[in-house]
């Protein structure tokens, strides 16, 4: 029984450029959770979505982030044209049905930008 | 105010030690707490939740007290396996996301 999948485990970009991360949740969950974590800082909540649909995004950057969770395949997050700042580890969360209580989260996807 | 505050640490303590932590929320309609365990950048896992009665989990003790606004994790007889950042976590309602404290890192040393 896989646990939350994400990848990549590291991404390094330079300014400019795309980032894409992925999130498979655990089987049987149907709601993914977005976090951010800045160096030294605590998890910062970014959106919350089911299948194709967005739940609670008010914790995303109004400009260069989206997310999505399609009916087949993992939830993506998407950063464009990537600053400095937007350096961090991404954890991604899974539950079953409803706001969940218990999270279980990814090993995160760690983003360097250059 | 923050929404969840923690002392950020580092607590060091020797290995056998008994070891405290606090973490106070602002929103006192809060419904829900809970204490999740980071090692080294690695994902959060849920340690224990927290519940009004208290509640004990082998060396792990937690505590509520809705009247101060604080939670609080006691560690007793400390191993250095227990070495990690220690999130205090509240859910101010039922449809409302987690929200986490920055943590605090504690290091039990042989």
């Known amino acids: 029984n896989a646990g939350v999948m994400q990848n990549p485990r590291h991404l390094v970009r330079r300014r400019g450029q795309e980032a894409r991360l992925r999130c498979s949740p655990m089987k049987g969950h149907s709601h993914v959770y977005w976090y951010r974590q800045l160096p030294e800082e605590g998890l910062k909540f970014m959106v919350y979505l089911q299948k194709e649909n967005i739940i609670d995004e008010s914790g995303m950057p109004k400009e260069r982030f989206s997310a999505e969770f399609p009916k087949e395949g993992p939830s993506i997050l998407r950063i464009q044209q990537v600053v400095r700042g937007d350096s961090a580890a991404y954890f991604c969360?899974?539950?079953?049905?409803?706001?969940?209580?218990?999270?279980?989260f990814g090993s995160g996807t760690q983003l360097s930008v250059l | 105010r923050k929404e969840v505050e923690q002392d950020p640490g580092p607590f060091n303590v020797p290995e056998g030690a008994t070891v405290a932590f606090n973490c106070t929320y602002s929103?006192?309609?809060?419904?829900?707490f809970f204490w999740y365990r980071q090692d080294c950048r690695k994902e959060p896992k849920l340690l224990m939740s927290v519940y009004s009665s208290g509640n004990e989990d082998g060396r792990f003790t937690a505590q509520l007290n809705r009247a101060s606004q604080y939670i609080s994790l006691l560690i007793r007889d400390s191993k250095l396996s227990d070495s990690a950042t220690y999130l205090c976590?509240?859910?101010?309602?039922?449809?409302?996301?987690?929200?986490f404290g920055k943590g605090t890192r504690l290091s039990v040393i042989a």
């Open positions: 969360a899974s539950s079953p049905p409803g706001w969940g209580e218990k999270l279980f």
């Open positions: 976590v509240v859910i101010i309602s039922g449809n409302t996301p987690l929200v």
């Open positions: 929103n006192s309609a809060s419904q829900s």
